[in-house]
């Protein structure tokens, strides 16, 4: 079993930021890639954003292409999204997810691809 613990949640307001973690522990892994998703009150969980594990690689939605950065530290088995420009829309519960499938083959966008789950963490983006 892997277990993904995020962090770094919270209340903020708009145009401000935030730095999300997800920190991979448990039993040996293969991973090929890690992907942040959310999902707001009543709606469906949506991608964010993803990226390559063991390749240059990242991958974005158009909502926040601009304003988040993807990026991994493989040594520490954690991912961060960097979350700039903050808006309203952007609040919702963030859940980091990965995957065992390599992106340039699997589309790292849709949920299916992913192994496991982390419980999510609340983003709150309010005045």
């Known amino acids: 079993q892997v277990q993904l613990v995020e962090s770094g949640g919270g209340l903020v307001q708009p145009g401000g930021s935030l730095r999300l973690s997800c920190a991979a522990s448990?039993?040996?892994?293969?991973?090929?890639?890690m992907g942040w998703f959310r999902q707001a009150p009543g709606k469906d969980r949506e991608f964010v954003a993803a990226i390559n594990w063991n390749a240059p690689g990242t991958y974005y939605a158009d909502s926040v292409e601009g304003r988040f950065t993807i990026s991994r530290d493989n040594a520490k088995n954690t991912v961060y999204l960097q979350m700039n420009n903050l808006k309203p829309a952007d609040t919702a519960v963030y859940y980091c997810?990965?995957?065992?499938?390599?992106?340039?083959?699997?589309?790292?966008?849709?949920?299916?691809?992913?192994?496991?789950w982390g419980q999510g963490t609340q983003v709150t983006v309010s005045s």
């Open positions: 997810g990965i995957s065992s499938r390599d992106p340039r083959r699997y589309n790292v966008r849709l949920e299916g691809p992913y192994d496991y």
């Open positions: 448990g039993r040996s892994f293969s991973s090929k890639a």
